[in-house]
């Protein structure tokens, strides 16, 4: 069974940083395109970020663009999230989730989501 837990969320002052987890287990991570999406109150989830098993190419949502950065660590089957320069529009549930292996889509396997709020 595939099985993706995130952790890392937090409170954090604005300008401030997080990094976040996707623990990976019952399959090998690298073998599926890994998105994080996230989920304000009243918004509708918005996809943040993704990077590509076959080729390791990312992408990112506009408003994240030179601020979040996402990694793999193969070793720990772990997909990373860090964010910096947070704004509090970046509070939200931060998801994330397995995908087809060649492009960034058919999430079909999600985490249970981790709280990230950015206030003062």
């Known amino acids: 069974q595939l099985q993706l837990v995130e952790s890392g969320g937090g409170l954090v002052q604005p300008g401030g940083s997080l990094r976040l987890s996707c623990a990976a287990s019952?399959?090998?991570?690298?073998?599926?395109?890994i998105g994080w999406f996230r989920q304000a109150p009243g918004k509708e989830r918005e996809g943040v970020s993704c990077?590509?098993?076959?080729?390791?190419?990312?992408n990112y949502a506009d408003s994240v663009k030179g601020r979040f950065t996402i990694s793999r660590d193969n070793a720990k089957n772990t997909v990373y999230l860090q964010m910096n320069s947070l704004k509090p529009e970046d509070t939200a549930i931060y998801y994330c989730?397995?995908?087809?292996?060649?492009?960034?889509?058919?999430?079909?396997?999600w985490g249970q989501g981790t709280q990230v709020t950015v206030s003062s």
């Open positions: 990077i590509v098993s076959s080729d390791g190419s990312t």
């Open positions: 019952g399959f090998t991570l690298d073998y599926y395109a």
């Open positions: 989730a397995a995908g087809s292996r060649w492009y960034c889509g058919d999430f079909s396997s």
